[in-house]
């Protein structure tokens, strides 16, 4: 399982201005922990709670289907371009960059195995875009179209020029190359896929964008490019069951959900900075960012209190960040926790060979590249501690699908119990939702003619 150790956030440790007593604030909160897993393991099952996520897991009907789609279509694309934006692509970028043989797409097909290159479209820069497009034949590209209201502008816009493009080149057949994962009845895009007759995939109710990497938003994509769905299943079955442990001193999302939130509001610690030291988890830290701050970053409390509390999430990546953020962490403003993740094996053992011994660099031949890293983060580390920077840091025995899945479901679970401490609807994103129905005015929807004429002034004014 998932190691968590917070030693680094103590006071024994950075001293009593900057950290915690840690062993104190577990007995101090242990019943406010033990009702909050209590109660979100009772109100998962309940409508409107957006706890559904906590049941992907055991969602056997979906990777059933999933792996049967995956199957059919095995060898019949070159590529597959995933349109999505947020939390409808941001799961599934970062469990593919961490589960592909590093740059898969400059594989072979035969080194590949059959399965295609996997693309993620999910800005709509026009430059970007129309590079990719004029690179992919599209033709022989699998298109999965991923929204659950079906009018996110960003994703449809995307599929709408895609959709011309396939229907040119290939007529009625287009459809083939497209599926859709969106909402099992309702949305402009399950209204198109149903007209169109493509295959779809249902985003279940009461699952968030940025809690849906389990449901065939993520494993869908993953799937097709011949990734073990299975194991990052068993991963999150068996992290659940970790997890629905009520006493905190056995419950990792607990405490750091715990740590994060003591840190936030009695030490003034609200930057949050995940750092993993292997660059396939790179994208786990951006897909962290989205899940830590849309949930966490809130104007009013559930009592209706204006609070405007949220840690910001910052990520970075070990050993290239400490080129570039390290000088800042350790001598200016402690107001972050630094939270390591570190792989215990890596696939591979890449020794240094043993040349310019007459040098200054000539004690790293014989080394290996793994030592190295590994010396870079505690080094790190150490040095944090130095400064008085609390940190924390997650171990994980290595990068696959089984220890993936309990890493995401930890970081989801950590969420949710650090939303109960904060008071705040964890699974909401009024502020999100503003900035869209300004773009709906902006670009011409019909129902927003007040808000565009208003919204033209401000802009002329700004």
């Given at each position: 399982?998932?190691?968590?150790?917070?030693?680094?956030?103590?006071?024994?440790?950075?001293?009593?201005?900057?950290?915690?007593?840690?062993?104190?604030?577990?007995?101090?909160?242990?019943?406010?922990?033990?009702?909050i897993?209590?109660s979100?393991?009772?109100?998962?099952?309940?409508?409107?709670?957006?706890?559904?996520?906590?049941?992907?897991?055991?969602?056997?009907e979906?990777?059933?289907?999933?792996k049967?789609?995956?199957?059919?279509?095995q060898?019949?694309?070159?590529?597959?371009?995933?349109l999505?934006?947020?939390?409808?692509?941001?799961?599934?970028?970062?469990?593919?960059?961490?589960?592909?043989?590093?740059?898969?797409?400059?594989?072979?097909?035969?080194e590949?195995?059959?399965?295609?290159?996997?693309?993620?479209?999910?800005?709509?820069?026009?430059?970007?875009?129309?590079?990719?497009?004029?690179?992919l034949?599209?033709?022989?590209?699998l298109?999965?179209?991923?929204?659950k209201?079906?009018?996110?502008?960003?994703?449809?816009?995307?599929?709408?020029?895609?959709?011309?493009?396939?229907?040119?080149?290939l007529?009625?057949n287009?459809?083939?190359?497209?599926?859709?994962?969106?909402?099992?009845?309702v949305g402009i895009l399950?209204?198109?896929?149903?007209?169109?007759?493509?295959?779809?995939?249902?985003?279940p109710?009461?699952?968030?964008?940025?809690?849906?990497?389990?449901?065939?938003?993520?494993?869908l994509?993953?799937?097709?490019?011949?990734?073990?769905?299975?194991?990052?299943?068993?991963?999150?079955k068996?992290?659940?069951?970790?997890?629905?442990?009520t006493?905190?001193?056995?419950?990792?999302?607990?405490?750091?959900?715990?740590?994060?939130?003591?840190?936030?509001?009695?030490?003034?610690?609200?930057?949050?900075v995940l750092?993993?030291?292997?660059?396939?988890?790179?994208?786990?830290?951006d897909?962290?960012?989205?899940?830590?701050?849309?949930?966490?970053?809130?104007?009013n409390?559930k009592?209706?209190?204006?609070?405007?509390?949220?840690?910001?999430?910052?990520?970075?990546?070990?050993?290239?960040?400490?080129?570039?953020?390290?000088?800042?962490?350790n001598?200016?403003?402690n107001?972050?926790?630094?939270?390591?993740?570190?792989?215990?094996?890596?696939?591979n053992?890449?020794?240094?060979?043993?040349?310019?011994?007459?040098?200054?660099?000539?004690?790293?031949g014989?080394?290996?590249?793994?030592?190295?890293?590994?010396?870079?983060?505690?080094?790190?580390?150490?040095?944090?501690?130095?400064y008085?920077?609390?940190?924390?840091?997650?171990?994980i025995?290595?990068?696959?699908?089984y220890?993936?899945?309990?890493?995401?479901?930890?970081?989801?679970?950590?969420?949710?119990i650090?939303?109960?401490?904060?008071?705040i609807?964890?699974?909401?994103?009024?502020?999100?939702?503003?900035a869209?129905?300004?773009?709906?005015?902006?670009?011409?929807r019909?129902?927003?003619?007040g808000?565009?004429?208003?919204?033209?002034g401000?802009?002329?004014?700004?």
């Amino acid at each position: 399982m998932i190691q968590l150790n917070c030693k680094n956030v103590s006071t024994e440790v950075i001293g009593e201005e900057h950290g915690i007593n840690i062993d104190a604030e577990f007995d101090n909160y242990k019943d406010v922990i033990k009702n909050i897993i209590a109660s979100l393991n009772q109100r998962k099952d309940k409508p409107g709670q957006w706890l559904q996520w906590m049941n992907l897991g055991y969602n056997e009907e979906t990777l059933w289907y999933v792996k049967e789609y995956a199957s059919m279509v095995q060898g019949r694309f070159e590529n597959l371009l995933v349109l999505g934006i947020g939390g409808s692509a941001l799961g599934g970028m970062a469990l593919a960059e961490a589960l592909l043989p590093p740059y898969w797409n400059f594989l072979s097909e035969d080194e590949r195995g059959g399965y295609p290159r996997i693309f993620f479209l999910d800005n709509i820069d026009p430059d970007s875009m129309t590079a990719l497009f004029n690179m992919l034949d599209l033709s022989k590209t699998l298109v999965n179209v991923i929204t659950k209201s079906g009018d996110t502008a960003e994703t449809m816009s995307q599929f709408m020029i895609v959709k011309n493009i396939l229907e040119k080149e290939l007529g009625d057949n287009y459809r083939y190359n497209i599926v859709a994962t969106t909402d099992k009845k309702v949305g402009i895009l399950r209204q198109i896929s149903e007209q169109e007759g493509y295959k779809t995939f249902v985003i279940p109710d009461d699952v968030g964008g940025r809690f849906s990497v389990f449901s065939a938003v993520g494993l869908l994509p993953l799937a097709l490019v011949g990734i073990d769905v299975d194991s990052i299943i068993n991963g999150i079955k068996d992290m659940d069951l970790a997890l629905k442990n009520t006493d905190i001193r056995e419950n990792i999302a607990a405490q750091n959900a715990l740590i994060h939130y003591l840190l936030d509001t009695k030490k003034g610690k609200n930057i949050s900075v995940l750092m993993p030291y292997s660059s396939r988890l790179k994208f786990v830290a951006d897909w962290f960012v989205q899940l830590w701050a849309e949930s966490l970053g809130k104007d009013n409390d559930k009592d209706g209190n204006s609070v405007n509390v949220g840690p910001t999430p910052v990520k970075a990546l070990g050993a290239t960040d400490q080129h570039s953020q390290i000088q800042l962490y350790n001598e200016g403003p402690n107001d972050k926790i630094i939270n390591f993740i570190r792989v215990k094996d890596f696939d591979n053992n890449l020794e240094i060979p043993k040349i310019f011994e007459y040098t200054g660099i000539g004690y790293l031949g014989g080394k290996t590249i793994n030592q190295l890293i590994n010396a870079e983060a505690d080094s790190t580390k150490v040095s944090l501690t130095d400064y008085s920077r609390p940190n924390i840091t997650i171990t994980i025995d290595k990068v696959d699908g089984y220890h993936l899945g309990q890493l995401l479901y930890m970081f989801e679970i950590q969420t949710a119990i650090a939303g109960e401490l904060y008071n705040i609807n964890t699974f909401n994103q009024p502020g999100v939702e503003q900035a869209k129905n300004y773009t709906y005015a902006l670009m011409g929807r019909a129902g927003y003619e007040g808000s565009a004429e208003m919204l033209r002034g401000k802009i002329a004014a700004l």
